[in-house]
């Protein structure tokens, strides 16, 4: 099924549903049993999951958590048609057919030790992965995370003890998940939620940028997924402070092992502007090899 150059770092699992937990605005967090996934998946890293024996397609789905000794992985997910649809109705002990890890993960620079990470919607679960793995790794990183959504945050959130000056007097809150982990997080709605900035992820990144020294700023790596309008404005933000910046993109998928080149995208390159395919060459591209700035 996967071809050749990805035989031994795909797998093809029947994972065991081990947990389906709804949350407002149709989001749903599920957590499967498919420990080759569990073992070798990277933050960036998405899974193409067999919806129901009744939809022929699988769908792509970023992993967001992984437990490589108990061998689960998990996902979040927002309904938006008939596939994620089936998905949400299949219960614990349900078996689903897993192909994955797949794609190519974001990549921490240690010279840089101030991660910014930023998620947006179904962008989330990404971000999450990157984070807690830091927090795995120990050592030096002091990542802050930004994540935004329009629907009630599928995770418990609470007053941040962790304080951040500069930033926007409504952004209170963080994820109660990081803040055990000791990172700093802050949430970006417009929809009045409480404990959140009322505006865009990107206004809470500029506002954290500016509170930064200079020396500082020099240690910051930006990483994003979410929506294609937040990732270019992301790509923006990281222009006007002269950072790099790496995005995980989004394309309709077929294959997703690199098959079928229906996930192309332009993407520059030394030679050019060549098509890329996102589902093996990405999801994670450099953000101004696919955000250049407007002509
Ligand atoms: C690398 C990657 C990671 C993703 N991670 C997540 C995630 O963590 N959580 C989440 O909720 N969503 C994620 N998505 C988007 C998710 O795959 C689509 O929303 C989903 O396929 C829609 O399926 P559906 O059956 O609900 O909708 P339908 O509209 O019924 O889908 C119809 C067809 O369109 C395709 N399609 C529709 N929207 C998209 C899209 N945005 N991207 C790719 N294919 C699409 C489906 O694969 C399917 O073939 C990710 C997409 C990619 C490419
Ligand atoms: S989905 Fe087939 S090449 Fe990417």
């Known amino acids: 099924m996967t071809n050749k150059s990805h ?4 797998f093809l699992e029947d994972a065991r549903v081990l947990q389906q937990v709804e949350h407002p605005g149709r989001q749903f967090i ?24 009744a939809v022929p397609m699988r769908r792509p789905l970023s992993i967001m958590r992984t437990d490589p000794e108990d061998g689960w992985i998990e996902f979040l997910y927002k309904i ?5 649809g089936h998905l949400s109705s299949r219960r614990p002990g349900d078996l689903l057919s897993i192909l994955g890890p797949i794609g190519n993960p974001f ?19 990404p971000m999450l992965f990157v984070a807690e793995s830091l927090h795995k790794q120990g050592g030096d990183w002091q990542p802050f995370v930004i994540m935004g959504s329009e629907l009630p945050f599928p ?48 206004d809470l990144a500029r506002q ?20 294609t309008p937040m990732l270019r404005a992301v790509a923006q933000v990281a222009r006007d402070y002269a950072l790099p ?16 080149a ?11 502007v060549m098509m890329k395919r996102v589902c093996v060459d990405g999801p994670v591209f450099e953000a101004r090899d696919v955000f250049p700035p407007a002509a």
């Not at 035989?7 to 795909?10: E, F």
């Not at 020396?215 to 930006?222: A, L, P, W």
Request: charged share 15%; hydrophobic share 35%.
């Open 7 to 10: 035989r031994g770092t795909i």
């Open 30 to 53: 599920l957590r499967v049993h498919a420990p080759k996934c569990a073992r070798t998946a990277l933050p960036g890293s998405f899974a193409h999951v067999t919806c129901d024996p």
């Open 80 to 84: 938006v048609g008939e596939g994620l």
């Open 107 to 125: 990549v921490l620079n240690p010279g840089r030790p101030r991660p910014l990470l930023i998620g947006g919607g179904v962008g989330i679960p």
């Open 155 to 202: 995770f418990p959130v609470q007053a941040s003890r962790l304080s951040l000056p500069g930033l926007s007097a409504q952004a209170t809150h963080g994820l109660a998940i990081l803040e055990d982990q000791q990172i700093p997080s802050r949430l970006a709605s417009w929809s009045g939620l409480p404990g959140c900035h009322k505006g865009y992820v990107t």
């Open 208 to 227: 954290w940028l500016d509170g930064l020294s200079d020396e500082e700023r020099d240690q910051v790596d930006i990483m994003a997924c979410g929506p």
């Open 245 to 260: 910046c790496q995005v995980s993109l989004e394309e309709f998928m077929a294959c997703a092992v690199g098959g079928c």
């Open 262 to 272: 229906g996930c192309t995208v332009p993407v520059n390159t030394a030679e050019g």
